[in-house]
């Protein structure tokens, strides 16, 4: 899925949107699809750069490459291992066909070796170990995915090649597109007759249209795993027919030829490109073991800084888009374009989110109840200014209250005291000064009336005693 060439199509200033998806610039092409930079624009603001691998629009609404690429999605999401690029998500609209993948910061083994030989340079055999140990053992976890009953798929990937190995800035080598893979349960079969993948790194039955196990994919890696020690094609010839006639008639290379020190790697080549699929490595796993027992890997720092020597460049500016796409693409930035089947959940700007019916009508009844309490209060609180203001007006115009002895008590009779011989004066009035409040009045008290013609009286005993208030 790689490629020098970049079509023309959506950039970072004119993203084409599909569904929560902004594709961006594109990364790589091959004959079936092209990979973008694409952004996921999910709620509440999350967003995630993503690889998004495009099918070309002819094919597109072609029944069999849309079936070849939804298998490609079923079989990769089954697949969970750090060697392999797992799929994320699958989308399909009117002319267009996505596959949505986790984005790796880093470059195809067929560019790295490609730029180590423009340099003049081999790659350095521990790197070969660590990114093929790598690469085989998310093969091996491929060989061994199973369905959603735990059925074993048998899944045959039937396209390694350096072009489907991506190595990471952070060391680390995985497998990616599926895209031929043999499987059971496929909705695309194989015509019979057809042959699926690079035809340099075929074994001889998948040449000839044979049935193919998983030691076609060991074959491959065993290829792989030569060029990438030696920077030379294995079954180069002058053309396509000179190299299928070596393939077929299992002319091999060794390593040993292009230097001593690659002598170690021998054994593991032989074995892993016999022409007879039962003389192979029975797994993928296997062949990782006898691998590393040749010479001891490289550290993913030590592969991560190789990658960054040789791709430093592009690496760099892919980085810059990168950024580019990060500080400019948001949700908010497409706020017309929902996800597939959601599009009730994307409100214009400056609208409400509607609410359900019933909490709606809660809502109402709150409100309706509230607006009731707030105008009973305030109507309580008028008649009490009123009754207030009313009190104030009576008490400003009678400023004083007089009470008589006779409204507050009765009058005690003084003990044994004669009838009187004058009229009596009248009684002193008590007043109180009335507040210019509303509060209640104090009642006033009436002094009793006393008596001084005559200033005493006489007990029975014929003794006066003279009246208190009469002699002060």
Known sequence: MQGANKPSGPSAQSPLVVGRYAIFDAIASGGM??????RLMGPVGFSRTVAIKRLHPQFANDTDFTSMFLDEARLAARIQHPNVIPTIDVLQSDHELLLVMEYVRGESMSRLGRAARDRGERIPPRIVVAIISGALQGLHAAHEAVDEKGQPLGLVHRDMSPQNIIVGVDGTARVLDFGVAKAEGRMHTTQEGQVKGKILYMPPEQLAAQGVTRTADIYAMGVVLYEALTGVRMFAGENETASISRILSNDIRLPSASGPELEPFDAVIRRATAADPSHRYATAREMAFDLEKCIAPASPADVGDWVEHLAGGRLDDRARKVAEIESSTSITRHPSVPPPGEASRVQPAGTRRSEPPRRAASRSLIGGVGVLVLLLVGAALVIAYLLGTRGGATAQSAPTASATASAAA?????????????PQEPAPTATVTATATAAPR????????VHCDPPYTIDKAGHKHFIPECVQ
């Open 410 to 422: 009765p009058t005690p009779t003084p003990i044994a005291a004669p009838p009187p011989t004058t």
């Open 33 to 38: 699809a092209t990979v973008h930079l694409g």
């Open 442 to 449: 104090p009642t006033a008290v009436a002094k009793p009336v």
